[in-house]
């Protein structure tokens, strides 16, 4: 069955470090991915996306993520983090049926000054 | 802006009360869903649904039923309030297709005394 696994639930960094959150995923075939963010109180917000080709994604709010099949993750990067990043980050997939996600449990990111 | 619309982003409903929550897309989206997000427990599909008065389970729809009389609109009913039903709610849409990902709204906290 298709999972994916966020294994870190809170992650804490200085502002102005870098930031790599960790996602890996269960599938089979070539994974459709997304990253989203979702700040305190609010909705979800769609950070980013992979399909196909470079395996590099860049996305809004300066973050990236980089697809590496080998190792079946899809993990998120900043190389400096702000004050504002601080919200909890959720990974998730596409399988074969075209419109339902299955999500991991989420990351939470604390920022400390 | 695109935009997916929820109601009221805070309601506070007594045990046993019919509670309504409502959500409202602006794209055209075939797909539309609902989640209740918990501490700890990330996010849980409720129902979802893939057209005008379709309806599928999710995950843990006991306790709920939806409608969806229009495209645009997606409403998520409490039969009875239970105290086990305080939570954030979230309502999502997206097209058919693995590659578009999903618009949530903002959410509503629903409280049950």
């Known amino acids: 069955a298709q999972s994916v696994t966020q294994p870190d639930i809170h992650i804490t960094v200085s502002e102005g470090a870098s930031l790599e959150l960790r996602c890996n995923y269960s599938y089979g075939a070539t994974p459709y991915l997304f990253w989203y963010v979702q700040s305190p109180g609010q909705g979800l917000q769609l950070l980013l996306k992979y399909f196909s080709g470079d395996t590099l994604v860049q996305g809004i709010k300066g973050f990236e993520a980089e697809f590496k099949r080998s190792q079946s993750s899809f993990n998120l990067r900043k190389p400096s983090v702000h004050w504002s990043d601080a919200a909890e980050y959720f990974c998730?997939?596409?399988?074969?049926?075209?419109?339902?996600?299955?999500w991991g449990a989420g990351t939470k990111l604390i920022i400390k000054p | 802006d695109v935009k997916v619309t929820q109601s009221s982003r805070y309601l506070v409903k007594r045990t046993g009360e019919k509670v309504f929550l409502e959500c409202v897309q602006d794209m055209d989206h075939e797909n539309m869903f609902w989640y209740r997000q918990d501490p700890g427990l990330g996010l849980r599909l409720i129902y979802f649904s893939y057209d005008v008065k379709m309806k599928e389970k999710g995950d843990i729809p006991e306790g709920y039923s939806v409608s969806r009389e229009k495209k645009e609109r997606f409403s998520l009913i409490l039969e009875s309030a239970s105290t086990n039903q305080t939570s954030m709610y979230l309502c999502?849409?997206?097209?058919?297709?693995?590659?578009?990902?999903?618009?949530f709204g903002s959410g509503t906290r629903l409280t049950v005394v």
């Open positions: 998730a997939v596409a399988p074969d049926s075209n419109y339902q996600l299955i």
């Open positions: 999502a849409s997206s097209f058919t297709g693995r590659n578009y990902g999903y618009t």
